[in-house]
């Protein structure tokens, strides 16, 4: 009997540790029940904003480089085309012969003409110099002579007189001797008039007429060398040929390019600016060629607004190096600032949650009225009217200084309640 007493004693004492344990685990899990009840509230990060009237946005212009100086080469009188000493790509030093025309007609004709002035000269030295000095005396002794014929014929015509009344010559001998005596002395003043002439020398205005000849041909000679001088191209800058459009042989007609040259090592980009943005564009320090950027020289701006695009082109050469592979044609950017007035709200890019019918919304905190640590979620919906990338500028009736979620808003709804885990200002 006492061992059965014993072995329920134990019986029992085994039954009540079980017991007890098992009302501590029921206590805890109560406990934990009670805790797990209360509502749990969702961290975010928010930032407050400030209403603005303007905002600056970065503005890409987009141009094209384009050498300083460009030139289409062509002769100004036609011909056959004899050489063309380069080709395209090649590079040529200013002042170098880079074509010529068959030039063997004008030679011919320029032989011509001077033979003709050395006509024309030699007839002005002898007009100048007057006749030579055996040609004025030959004048002389033939005035002479007639001199003495005079005298003959006059005595001739007093004897004649004398004789005539007696009858002892006929009248007819007698009207003979009178004219010979006359024709005797036309031809002596005749020739004191030429030896007159002789002496006097040549009269100025033939003189001045056979100087115009002269000045004529000498006129004739320097346009025949014009045209020989524009018989030969040069080029007119250090330039690279981009353009052969004859080869030798090739008849051209006036004014027909034959090449096509850009000054090398000299570049500039075009820009079409509205006129607003003027007074940034001629301060701008760079322009972008792909990922290269390049300073700038002097900034010009062309005074004349295009009628199409109401822009006005700004010039700005770029100081590039010889080695540097940057070509006429290449596109280039130029990045100004604009100052835009709105009155806006600059967001964080991350705030916009997407709404109905292709809006935009943000998500608005306001202290909840129970406990200052815990905020109510408002929606606001806004309008975007700029974004760099980080930040947003939107229309909304969002009150200045407004705390707005600025990450994780997907995660939120309207009348949601959170704790505010970082504010950024």
Known sequence: MAVIS??????????????LVLTAGC?????????????????????????????????????????????A???????????????????????????????SILEAEKAVLLSRRAAESAVLDRLRKGERKEIIAAALAKVRRLESEVKLAASDRKRAEKVVAGGSISRSAYDQAVALHESAGFALEEARQRLDELKAGSREEDISAQVSRVASTDAELKLL????????????????????FHDEGDALLPGEVVLEL??????????AVPAPQLPTASQASCVHVGNQRYATG??????????????VDVVIPLKTAPQERVLPGMVCTLDLEKRVEADCVELPLSALVA????????????????????????KFDVTPIHTDGDRVYVVSALPDQSLVVNDGVHKLSPGMRVRLAKMHR
């Open 355 to 378: 709404s109905i019918r292709g809006l935009w919304s943000c998500y608005r905190l306001h202290e909840s009225d129970s406990d200052p640590e815990i905020y109510d979620v408002e």
């Open 262 to 271: 850009n000054e090398s090592d000299a570049l500039q980009a075009r820009f």
């Open 225 to 244: 060398d014009v045209r020989l001088s524009k018989s030969t191209l040069v080029s007119p800058f250090d330039a690279i040929c981009v353009g052969r």
């Open 298 to 311: 002097d900034i010009v701006q062309v005074p004349r607004v295009d009628g199409r695009s109401r822009t």
């Open 27 to 71: 206590g805890r899990d109560v406990a934990r029940s009670a805790v797990d009840s209360r509502p749990a509230l969702l961290p975010v990060s928010a930032s407050v904003v400030c209403r603005r009237t303007s905002f600056v946005r970065s503005a890409t212009y987009y141009g094209r480089l384009e050498p300083v100086r460009m030139t």
């Open 73 to 103: 080469l062509s002769f100004e009188f036609g011909g056959r085309l004899e050489s063309v000493a380069i080709d395209e790509g090649s590079v040529v030093q200013s002042g170098s012969v880079v074509a010529r025309l068959d030039t």
């Open 6 to 19: 014993v072995s329920h004693t134990v019986i029992l004492q085994v039954a009540l540790a079980a017991i």
